[in-house]
């Protein structure tokens, strides 16, 4: 029987295999013998409309076989649709709806594009600005187009023209420059599709007969990188002010050196220039026919430092993430460093003599990360973070780093906090935790054991995500990826170097923000220059458009933005430090420099004086670099350098894949000038 | 004709079972490392019983952050797989591999912590819960993804931390779970729309809710937790992990009530019902083990303790004789990927997986 039976399923499990593929084949043939049509097969529509599309599927025969279809497109954000095909058009541009079959299964289920148009909204209105009330004969100056559409948006994308009246007097080029030729009145008409907008000047005599140049580096070297004040002062025959004289700068430039340098220098028009380059530099001021220049030489900034491995505390087990290092309660210097994607620890560190970093105690919590570590003010609290947790509770884990030998979990704090907190501060008695990429949440550890979330600060942006926090003076300065950097008065103090708005831990008001377009933005550091006063946060970028390799050498992109701060309103992005084929990660600022993480890039530490403008790497502000590699590192000889912390005159460093590392510049060679 | 195919498949799975003549080699199985970024390529030879990681792939998009591959799937084709990157900036994401190259080939943004899914052969829709696990307590949302081009349809509301998507053998319906409002949710993958709301906590009896009732007003105290549903192949029963109330519950989509409830293990997380309808595979999360319940006998008739603690998902061979088991483990220790053997109801090998195997879907067999 057994037998009986087996023959007969083998027969049958025959047949069925048999059948199978011609049923599957089947069903792809009349798929591919089907098609959709839609009604309507195209769209024409304007901002606002909403259309309702049907459609059904057909067969060879152009019988209607089906009118089960879904509609959809991957333009979500211009294009509102709901699946049974209402269409609302949210943006203009072109787009593609799919229609498609629900019942087609999943093998080439019949569908069709269609087509959506959305029109751009008509040109409401249309002005030129920026025209001055005195405009004199052979000058020149930019005038500033705008043109709003009814939907009250702001259009660069539709064509226009600026027509004179009187072409002999003044014109506009192709890049609206607004070329004066001689005294007499005219009128500028701009028109874009329907609308015009016409203004009517006077230009007259130019006055200016002299030009006279001076800038603030008299008898001072120019160093690279020295941003240099030029003003231009305009002056009648008389010797008079012209105080409005529109007046244009440049330079010309020559390397010391034929080398194939690309921009050797940076001016603006406001008359500051920056050399890039050692050289010598003809900076020209020029208004109408009468122009003035000056001479100089730009030096090397000569601010090079060698740099030496003091000590090492090798972590070759697992991947070493952030640190901190700080002075205990006994007097001794201690580091604490977290480990990544490993088995929860977090290793302390005695660095009191930092060429003998000696690890003295590991930590050991439930979880694959601890990303962040962070000490309190006193020395003797710690917090570390979680991610990963067995039990997908995550939090945060409150230490007694008293004795950092022995050092004991005084609590688990998990509230609201299970997605995983990856960052956070510590800022009198309350911890500031990047809680599961969206928000931070305000803990009082008053009593480190019982702590308590008294706040939290979120945006309110669509898609706002978070990375990092960090507190000076009172005032909370995260960075949120496309958000950019946001301060946030948690408690803001007299020393603080803006104004704060009456915030607390309780209360956390947002003072200003910056977000530039790449949407990197990882993490935050104020500063106050040293030598000019000026207040700065600079902004870390992360970002890893090249893959990702976990077990060899990786490479990573983005750079330091300063962004200039004169007050929390206008913020303005004024330099950048970018190192080539290298990403930023973590970095601090400690007096007039900067020292940064570039992960595959090492350490770099640099000089940050004066005031900053351009490209701060072109001009040799670098004054050292390291590259951590250790051949029995958990990823032998590849450089991931994690964060640096100045400290009691070393740098100390964490590496992704060998641990902790203390330095020194040595002081050598930082006279300044050659 | 295209009714005859479930016909066929079932009739297809029946033979297979009872064919001992004709049996598979070669057992391949998808598996997630949520801790490790990566996704392993399980093969078995059920010729030596031994299993190995035949392939292992990194996912995730930042190597400095873990991005947590969560849940997987495999097209019906078998031509792609699927895997959900729970962590994102904020959103989390779908990407689609080749099973031939297991190159990536698209992606799509989800929702917040997108978990389970699953491909209805009938609409060809992907439909994958995000369940939203760290984020605040209200409801979250079910994806549907058009997997060739790689589209996010739309967004179906349902409970809170949705769990466990699973297709019913019609394609018809998508089941999940919402762990915070012990509901059993059904969708109808053709409406995109939920059909059922069936409460699992507030009458031994079953009482099923109205589709249309505010949950967002209801008060979340769960009971059951139910953590992942999966339908019987060939009966109108749906199997539900109640993690909270260490049970196994039975309900029956054609009365919509609860007709058994069997005591489990602790914390029962996934399950799957063989093929062949036999049995219905449990693992429990809490004590770090597997069970296998007989459904004619409804009885548990083998636990088998994993290798390390931390159980989480199950998938099983189309020939009911094999199934595999994620288990996460516990820090820096490695997952595994467990195989018992469903004829001994056997571990018969273990191979270890990078940190937090998770999700897991069988690929074919030969």
New interface residues.
């Given amino acids: 029987m057994k037998k009986y039976?087996?023959t007969l399923?083998?027969a049958?499990?025959i047949l069925?295999?048999g059948?199978?593929p011609q049923?599957?084949a089947?069903?792809a043939e009349?798929n591919n013998s089907h098609t959709v049509v839609t009604a309507p097969s195209s769209l024409h529509l304007e901002i606002g409309e909403e259309v309702q599309l049907t459609g059904h599927v057909e067969d060879a025969e152009g019988n209607i076989v089906s009118d089960?279809l879904?509609f959809?497109?991957?333009a979500?954000r211009s294009l509102q649709i709901?699946?049974d095909g209402k269409i609302k058009a949210l943006k203009p541009g072109s787009f593609t709806v799919?229609a498609?079959s629900?019942?087609?299964?999943?093998?080439d289920?019949p569908r069709t594009n269609v087509p959506v148009q959305v029109a751009y909204p008509p040109v409401a209105e249309v002005s030129l600005n920026g025209i001055p009330n005195n405009l004199y004969a052979g000058t020149s100056l930019p005038v500033k187009v705008l043109i709003e559409d009814t939907m009250g948006e702001m259009r660069t994308n539709v064509d226009y023209t600026i027509s004179s009246s009187k072409p002999s007097i003044a014109t506009v080029d192709n890049f609206d420059n607004l070329q004066l030729h001689q005294p007499g009145t005219f009128t500028l008409t701009l028109q874009a599709e329907d609308q015009s907008s016409s203004i009517t000047k006077k230009v007259q005599q130019n006055p200016t007969a002299e030009l006279a140049l001076s800038h603030n580096y008299t008898h001072k070297t120019v160093r690279t990188g020295d941003v240099v004040q030029f003003n231009a002062q305009a002056k009648t025959a008389g010797g008079s002010a012209v105080q409005d004289a529109p007046i244009t700068y440049s330079y010309i430039g020559e390397p010391n050196d034929d080398l194939g340098h690309g921009s050797i220098a940076q001016i603006e028009q406001d008359g500051r220039f920056v050399a890039n380059k050692p050289g010598k530099y003809t900076v020209m001021a020029k208004s109408g026919n009468t122009f003035v220049e000056h001479t100089f030489r730009a030096v090397p900034r000569n601010v090079q430092q060698e740099i030496e491995v003091v000590g090492q505390g090798l972590v070759s087990h697992?991947r070493t993430s952030d640190l901190w290092i700080w002075e205990g309660v006994d007097g001794r210097d201690y580091a604490v460093t977290g480990t990544?994607?490993?088995?929860?620890e977090a290793i302390f560190w005695d660095v009191t003599d930092p060429k003998n970093i000696t690890a003295i105690d590991t930590v050991?919590v439930?979880?694959?990360?601890v990303n962040d570590v962070k000490v309190n003010e006193r020395g003797d609290i710690a917090v570390i973070t979680r991610?990963?947790a067995?039990n997908?509770k995550n939090g945060i884990i409150i230490l007694d780093v008293t004795d950092p030998s022995n050092v004991e979990i005084l609590s688990e704090y998990n509230k609201d906090l299970?997605?995983?907190v990856?960052n956070t501060f510590i800022y009198e008695d309350h911890v500031y935790a990047v809680n599961?990429?969206?928000r931070y949440d305000i803990i009082n550890i008053e009593d480190p054991r019982n702590p308590y979330t008294v706040n939290k600060f979120e945006l309110g942006t669509p898609?706002?995500?978070i990375h990092d926090v960090w507190i000076e003076d009172g005032i909370a300065y995260s960075s949120n990826?496309?958000d950019g950097v946001v301060a946030v008065d948690i408690g803001s103090k007299n020393s603080a170097e803006m104004p704060g708005a009456n915030g607390s831990p309780e209360n956390p008001v947002q003072l200003g923000s910056y977000a530039y377009p790449s949407g990197w933005n990882h993490a935050a550091f104020p500063f106050k220059s040293e030598s000019t006063g000026d207040f700065y946060v600079v902004a870390g970028d992360?970002s890893?458009p090249y893959g990702?390799?976990?077990n060899g050498a990786?490479r990573a992109a983005g750079w330091v933005h300063f962004i200039k701060f004169d007050d929390w309103g206008s913020p303005k992005e004024v330099a950048r430090y970018k190192v080539p084929e290298a990403g930023s990660?973590n970095y601090w600022i400690e007096g007039d420099k900067l020292y940064a993480a570039f992960y595959n890039g090492g350490l770099r530490v640099v000089d940050i004086s004066g005031e900053l403008m351009g490209d701060l790497y072109e001009q040799g502000r670098e004054i050292a670099s390291f590259f951590p590699r250790d051949n029995e590192a958990f990823i032998p000889n590849a450089t991931f350098t994690w964060g640096p912390q100045p400290y009691k005159g070393y740098i100390y460093l964490s590496d992704?894949n060998s641990g902790l590392w203390a330095l020194k510049l040595k002081d050598n060679n930082a006279n300044g000038t050659d | 004709?295209?009714f005859?195919?479930p016909l066929?498949?079932l009739?297809?799975f029946v033979?297979?079972a009872?064919?001992?003549?004709?049996q598979a080699q070669d057992y391949y199985a998808y598996v997630a490392a949520?801790?490790?970024?990566?996704v392993h390529l399980i093969h078995f030879n059920a010729e030596t019983q031994q299993a190995t990681i035949a392939e292992t792939i990194?996912v995730?998009?930042?190597?400095?952050?873990?991005d947590g591959p969560h849940g997987i799937t495999v097209?019906?084709?078998g031509k792609h797989w699927f895997v959900s990157i729970a962590?994102?900036?904020?959103?989390g994401m779908l990407a689609k591999y080749s099973t031939e190259t297991n190159k990536l080939v698209s992606t799509t943004d989800l929702g917040m912590f997108p978990a389970s899914m699953e491909?209805s052969?009938?609409?060809?829709?992907l439909y994958v819960v995000n369940f939203n696990?760290?984020?605040e307590m209200k409801p979250s949302s079910v994806s549907?993804v058009?997997p060739?081009?790689m589209?996010?349809?739309?967004d179906i509301e349902t409970g809170i931390m949705p769990h466990g998507s699973r297709i019913g053998a019609s394609g018809k319906y998508q089941y999940h779970v919402s762990m915070m409002t012990d509901e059993l949710i059904q969708i109808n993958t053709?409406t995109?729309e939920v059909s059922k709301r069936f409460k699992l906590s507030e009458t031994k009896g079953g009482m099923s809710g109205h589709k249309d009732m505010d949950h967002s007003k209801m008060e979340h105290k769960p009971v059951e937790k139910p953590t992942w549903a999966h339908p019987h192949p060939t009966k109108p029963l749906i199997y539900v992990a109640a993690n909270g109330s260490d049970e196994l519950l039975e309900i029956n989509t054609k009365k919509w009530e609860i007709t058994q409830r069997y005591k489990t293990g602790k914390a029962p997380y996934n399950l799957e019902v063989t093929p062949d309808g036999k049995y219905v595979v449990v693992t429990y999360k809490g004590e770090g083990a597997t069970g296998i319940w007989d459904l004619e006998e409804g009885k548990e008739v083998a636990k088998i303790e994993n290798s390390r603690?931390?159980s989480h998902g199950v998938t099983i061979s189309p020939d009911s004789k094999y199934a595999f088991i994620s288990v996460?483990?516990?820090?820096?220790?490695p997952g595994s990927v467990e195989v018992i053997n469903l004829q001994t109801l056997e571990r018969v090998d273990v191979v270890e997986t990078g940190?937090?195997a998770g999700g897991i879907y069988f690929w074919k067999q030969s």
Avoid: C
């Avoid at chain 2, 052969?121 to 829709?125: C, I, K, R, Y």
């Avoid at chain 2, 996460?328 to 220790?333: L, M, N, V």
């Fill in positions: 039976s087996t399923f083998s049958l499990l069925m295999t059948l199978s049923l599957q089947q069903d009349e089960s879904i959809f497109t991957r979500r709901t699946t799919i498609r629900i019942q087609g299964g999943w093998q289920a697992t990544w994607g490993g088995n929860g050991t439930d979880a694959r990360t991610e990963g067995s997908r299970t997605g995983g990856h599961n990429g969206r898609g706002h995500s990826w496309s992360e890893f990702l390799d976990t990786n990660h992704w | 004709m295209k005859l195919k066929f498949t009739v297809l033979v297979i009872g064919t001992e003549n004709l949520e801790s490790e970024d990566m990194e995730g998009r930042y190597p400095t952050e873990t097209a019906p084709d962590h994102g900036n904020p959103y491909i052969e009938v609409t060809g829709l696990l760290h984020g549907v058009e060739e081009s589209t996010r349809i739309t053709q995109l603690k931390v996460e483990g516990i820090g820096g220790e940190k937090q």
